[in-house]
């Protein structure tokens, strides 16, 4: 029962980056209501946490929604997020 849940109030909550997915919209996300981050940001993001922490910093990877929207509006991410994440893999 939601009702009798405990109230803990503002928590942190620490995640490993090697447990860590991270989660897109694809073709559908307006920017708006819905984040739009491209591919190339995943990879940023994933290239400066290995500048700053090392492979140990780099999170597990990166995931989307609505598989059947692959490829509307000229948006692959599938074949994106992965070119992407092996652009900056640590050696």
Known sequence: DVNNM???GKVNIKIPPH???IGVAN???DGVKFAKISSDDVAQ???LLLER????GLFRGAMFWTI???GND???????LV???KSCKSS
Not at 53 to 56: C, E, F, Q, T
Not at 74 to 80: D, K
């Open 27 to 29: 073709g559908w996300a």
């Open 68 to 70: 059947e929207e692959e």
């Open 45 to 47: 993001a994933q290239r």
């Open 6 to 8: 405990p109230s803990y």
């Open 83 to 85: 070119t992407a994440l």
């Open 74 to 80: 000229g948006i692959f991410m599938a074949s994106s």
């Open 53 to 56: 922490y090392g492979p140990k």
């Open 19 to 21: 447990k860590l997915v």
